[in-house]
């Protein structure tokens, strides 16, 4: 049998490719801090378990494709309370925020069509898209300004033909990054003058550490353009649950995506239920997480800036940085700390910085680091980082 | 935005499309009997609840993008009790067994390839390939002869320059076919001949009645050819987990879709958890399970036979039965008997057969009916099948 070509050009997820390496690792007794992977340290609120521990039925059947109900009326209520209305049958749940980009790429791109993103970009983007023999498009933006777009006329240079839409991350990961009204603004000119749609991945919506924000889908003019990503890993640090949804109100959209839906069967029954109930958790919950991301994230500035030589983005939301470092390759920096070195039997891993732009070269000496952990381990974590440039051999020398 | 050709051109499931109509005749006041989708009323075995119940984690984290590995070590293991060697790095958990035959279609086939099938088919696999731009083709098999596949050359004329793969049910669904050692080495001899691979799915293995059943995944030959498709769903009475796996010798294969699944991260950990438990339920559950399902299909069997006009297959595995109506048509039928008719209060709801086939046309007369209803339940739903036949307009007269 053949592999087919679309399979063998999708990339190894620069997130997840080095585990084997981590695994090799601890199977030597070192342990290794996961910067790596945006797997948050936070509690999942019990409310997830105590519901799924309600659940008496003697038959775990079926469930709706189009979500669970009592799901589907508590994201509604969600979204109320952003003042944004989403009507039940303008929201589908999917198998983690993963399967709402699979779905909303599938809809709106034929083989051959491109989605423009922004670089850097989550890397999975780029993978999802490929398996379905669409193209990614990067247009970059520069750590030296926080990550903001280009001017409307740049932006309009990265649109073809086979344009159908831009994929946005706001908050921004890996970059941070908290669009400006203007940048939205720009990039809602756009997306209508081309009639493109717009995926907006929210699923940091909740971690923004002072600067304001807003969804797009509060601007009513994109309504028939806008396709929302959304997840509750992040949101209540349920990675695990895989519960995503993706909501338009475009009826069209709502109604083609239902056929793969159909066919794709439905979610998992009993995370549902846990899912609608983490939406009853109360706010209080997700402001103390804010304020420990932001704790968090100083502190992981704050220790990096004692490192000679590394530079670090400015997050404003999202849980995660990306840092410049003297070195040859973040990737074999990578591998080195896993295979070769430790620091009292500990070291640490991230997520090379390459893997998250389209742009061969890039990001060939950064990496994405994600504040998972708390403050003392975060310390710990860059202490260790800051020994292992030093003792690497592919460090550069500093002036 | 532009709706994408690939999902415009999605057939609706014949499966669950016609759900309005039945959610409308339920909020008439009406009980519908379901023969329509294969949800069995079979309990759950209790171990599934019991080890979710066990979890005690604080986090709901991200497993492994590979599978839960005491999942993957409880399939290991039900394989060898099936005389099969899959080592757990040839098993890969997906989000049932519908995500296995994505994935599996995505890593063997590019936009324009083609899978051969037989028709009467599963008639989720025509989307599931529609989305990824992959055709299915298919070679007619017939009730009179229980679905029996034609002579090699007939199914050698189905393969194109574009064919990379066959895809096979067994048992069958919606045949109830269970494929004879000669029909498996034709197969086999086909797939070597021309380098093409096998997905095999087998998610019904369980469920054969009398006759005699092997597993693709016994034939050494196959080795490098074969990909099975598997899922708890049916096996344990537990659809709404969404669990299920894609087994391969194929050392490329399992390399190759590993970069997608760490793509979609994994799958849900609870879910997981649960059916790895499942996997300890004692075998004369699955014994008895299966001679509930014999009972059944007889009970299905005597009672169509009761219906003039009506023909009915002979399932040797799986719970379907395929029958022919003498009416215009099939799906007008049941919208019908949701809409327009009941028998004291109720009505039945079945999938109409055209759905099941590729070829236009084909089907029209059929629908398949899912046994999954006790033998009461049953007998009693295809006696309002048959006062639905003698009033509905579209019945042609009979002989």
Not at 210 to 235: I, N, W
């Amino acid at each position: 049998m053949i592999i087919s070509e679309r399979i063998s050009s999708l990339s190894a997820s620069p997130i997840r490719k080095l585990n084997p390496y981590a695994a090799a690792a601890k199977a030597a007794g070192k342990k290794v801090y996961h910067l790596n992977i945006g797997q948050p340290d936070i509690e999942t609120p019990a409310g997830f378990l105590d519901a799924i521990h309600r659940f008496d039925k003697k038959v775990i059947a079926y469930g709706d494709s189009h979500g669970n109900p009592r799901l589907l009326e508590a994201i509604r209520a969600y979204y109320q309370s952003w003042n944004m209305d989403y009507g039940t049958e303008q929201i589908t749940i999917t198998n983690g925020g993963s399967e709402a980009l699979l779905i909303a790429m599938m809809a709106l791109c034929d083989p051959g069509d491109e989605i423009l993103v922004f670089e850097p970009f989550y890397a999975n983007y780029n993978a999802l898209a490929r398996a379905l023999n669409i193209t990614v498009r990067a247009i970059a933006t520069h750590a030296e300004n926080g990550y903001a777009l280009p001017d409307e006329a740049h932006v309009e240079r990265g649109i073809t033909p086979r344009t159908k839409a831009i994929l946005l991350t706001n908050p921004g990961n890996p970059t941070g990054r908290v669009y400006t009204p203007a940048e939205m603004e720009l990039i809602s000119r756009v997306v209508r003058r081309h009639n493109l749609a717009l995926i907006a991945d929210e699923v940091y919506r909740e971690f923004v550490y002072g600067a304001s924000y807003r969804s797009f889908g509060a601007m009513p003019e994109l309504d028939e353009h806008l396709v929302l990503v959304d997840s509750l890993s992040k949101r209540y640090s349920a990675c695990g649950a895989r519960i995503g949804a993706l909501l338009s109100r475009n009826k069209e959209f709502c109604v083609q995506i239902m056929k793969y839906c159909q066919a794709r069967l439905c979610c998992p029954e009993l995370e549902q239920i846990g899912a609608a109930a983490l939406y009853a958790t109360p706010k209080s919950y997700l402001d103390g997480v804010n304020a420990e991301y932001r704790r968090r994230r100083d502190t992981l500035q704050r220790e990096l800036a004692k490192i000679p030589g590394v530079a670090c983005s400015s997050p404003q939301g999202a849980f995660y940085v990306m840092i410049k470092m003297p070195i040859d390759d973040a990737e074999k920096f990578a591998i080195w700390l896993l295979e070769h070195f430790d620091s009292h039997g500990e070291t640490v891993m991230f997520a090379p910085g390459s893997g998250f732009y389209a742009t061969p070269g890039l990001g060939r000496d950064e990496a994405r680091l994600a504040y998972v952990l708390n403050c003392a381990d975060l310390t710990r974590a860059i202490e260790i980082l800051g020994e292992g440039l030093k003792a690497y051999p592919g460090t550069k020398l500093l002036a």
